[in-house]
């Protein structure tokens, strides 16, 4: 499920950036937003998620649904920390008569900056969990190395205290898998 979900996010907010950018040059043009949402929904593919939510919104518009309202419904379907952003600057916009195109441009470029950093930061904790594997082969490798050409080496297992090193270090080793795991189990 959440895999189903983080798709239908990155989907949402990989069109959002370019979403953004046409609406912000419709707007300097002087078209009011909705004409603008409108014309730049259509220039979208159908599959668009935020097509979908355009036209749900300006479609809620033209049946008499109050503007903040329509527009705070904006993808309330989908989990996106970018929706509430581009929502709450609709509706200052709507409310204050502040320049809506200065505030839709820094929107832009946080949602490109966001989904950057966002690419980074995978790319980096794949790149940590693939050391990790290296690591853990390379070890494992020279374990079974050191066992199978020094005949001492299984002997020192073969005592009490030798079993006792052995159990601390695969318990440690064990430990470090985990505490590892959790930590490159970022959600982004």
Do not use: W, Y
């Not at 909705?34 to 355009?54: F, G, H, I, P, Y």
């Not at 479609?59 to 008499?64: D, P």
């Not at 990790?132 to 490798?141: G, H, Q, R, W």
């Not at 020094?150 to 430990?175: M, Q, T």
């Amino acid at each position: 499920m959440d895999f189903v979900v983080e798709h239908k996010v990155k989907r949402f907010e990989k069109d959002l950036g370019q979403f953004l950018m046409s609406l912000l040059s419709l707007l300097k043009t002087g078209m009011t937003p909705m004409q603008a949402m409108e014309a730049v929904a259509n220039t979208l593919d159908d599959e668009s998620l935020v097509k979908a939510e355009t036209m749900e919104m300006l479609e809620a518009l033209r049946n008499g649904v109050n503007e903040e309202r329509a527009i705070s419904r904006f993808g309330e379907r989908i989990l996106s920390p970018s929706i509430e952003a581009f929502i709450q600057v609709l509706l200052v916009g709507k409310r204050f008569g502040g320049s809506l195109a200065d505030s839709l441009e820094r929107l832009a470029t946080i949602v490109r900056k966001r989904i950057q950093f966002k690419l980074e930061a995978k790319a980096a904790v794949g790149q940590a969990k693939l050391s990790l594997l290296i690591i853990v082969a390379v070890l494992s490798l020279a374990m079974l190395v050191l066992a199978l050409t020094f005949p001492g080496f299984k002997e020192a297992f073969n005592d009490g205290l030798g079993r006792s090193v052995l159990h601390f270090v695969i318990v440690c080793v064990l430990c470090s898998l985990v505490l590892i795991r959790k930590i490159t189990n970022i959600k982004l």
